[in-house]
């Protein structure tokens, strides 16, 4: 039983290094990726073509191209995107890959109606010779009765 503990003990210890990730180290590639985030917009080209996408009701596409088709069958028109200031995490690991996650203020048109969400982003981004091309993406829509998001 003793053993059991302690290599519990010694796990959980092990992965609690782990979590405390430097948001700090890299600091021009995280600049790049800060500007990325801030000029983006409906309309604006992250992806280089391969990307992975999950949708607010879990729908996945495998490319740009799938995920304006599935925005188009559910309706959703994208009139603008705003980055809530100060929510911007980055993190980038050996120079050549970034995790970012903010919050944007998202307004639609979703059949025909005006809708303003928020939306947690996290995205996922390679550098290689086009520069940083998003990976893999998820936008989730904050639920502020649960989650309050301060302006």
């Known amino acids: 039983m003793k053993k059991t503990i302690l290599v519990v003990c010694s796990c ?50 495998l490319s740009r191209q799938q995920w304006i088709k599935a ?3 559910q309706q959703v028109v994208f009139k603008s995107m705003r980055l809530v200031p100060g929510t911007e ?3 980038v690991y050996d120079k050549t890959c970034g995790v970012v996650n903010f919050l ?10 005006d809708v303003t969400v ?13 520069g940083w091309c998003m990976v ?6 904050v639920d502020e009765t649960i989650f309050p998001v301060n302006k």
């Not at 600049?31 to 000029?39: K, S, W």
């Not at 996408?53 to 729908?59: E, L």
């Open 12 to 61: 959980i210890a092990f992965f609690s290094a782990f979590a405390q990730v430097d948001t700090t180290a890299y600091p021009e590639q995280r600049r790049e990726l800060l500007a990325i985030i801030r000029e983006s917009g409906p309309g604006k080209e992250k992806s280089c073509g391969d990307l992975v996408a999950v949708g607010p009701k879990g729908d996945l596409s």
């Open 71 to 73: 925005q188009k069958k």
């Open 89 to 91: 995490i980055v993190r």
């Open 104 to 113: 944007l203020e998202v307004s639609l048109l979703v059949a025909g109606k």
């Open 118 to 130: 928020k939306v947690r982003r996290l995205e996922v981004y390679h550098h290689g010779t086009a």
């Open 136 to 141: 893999a993406g998820q936008g989730t829509e």
